[in-house]
Nanobody
Framework: QVRLVESGGGLVQPGGSLRLSCVVS?????????MDWYRQAPGKQRELVAG??????NYADSVKGRFTISGDNARNTYYLQMNNLKPEDTAVYYC??????????WGQGTQVTVSS
C-alpha cells in the first residue's frame, strides 16, 4: 500500500524557517514522476506551492526565492525547505505524488503556523 506521511510543521515566528518532510512508503521514490506540495489555509482553496517533475522544480510566485523543494531517493523522502516565513504562509501543507499510470496519492497534512 502506497502512503505519504508529512511531518515538520509547527509554530514559527515571522522570518523563521521550517523543513517539511514527506516520507514515501509502498513504492520507490524513483517511481514518482511528480511530487507536489500544496497548502490550504482556513476558508481558502488548496493551492500548489512547489513541485518537482523529473528533477525540475517549480514554485508559486508567492514562495519563489523562499521555499526549496528537494528529494532524497535513498531515504524515499521529499522535503520542502521554507525560509523567511510570513503569516500568510500559515496553512496545512500536503504532499501529493503522481506515479505509475495516472495514480495520485495525498498525505495527511501538517500544520504550519507563522505568528509572533
Amino acid at each position: 500500500q502506497v502512503r505519504l506521511v508529512e511531518s515538520g510543521g509547527g509554530l514559527v515566528q515571522p522570518g523563521g524557517s521550517l523543513r517539511l518532510s514527506c516520507v514515501v512508503s509502498g513504492i520507490s521514490s524513483g517511481m514518482i514522476y511528480v511530487m507536489d506540495w500544496y497548502r490550504q489555509a482556513p476558508g481558502k482553496q488548496r493551492e500548489l506551492v512547489a513541485g518537482i517533475t523529473s528533477g525540475s522544480p517549480n514554485y508559486a510566485d508567492s514562495v519563489k526565492g523562499r521555499f526549496t523543494i528537494s528529494g532524497d531517493n535513498a531515504r524515499n523522502t521529499y522535503y520542502l525547505q521554507m525560509n523567511n516565513l510570513k503569516p500568510e504562509d500559515t496553512a496545512v501543507y500536503y504532499c501529493n505524488a503522481k506515479y505509475g499510470l495516472q495514480n495520485s496519492i495525498w498525505g495527511q497534512g501538517t500544520q504550519v503556523t507563522v505568528s509572533s
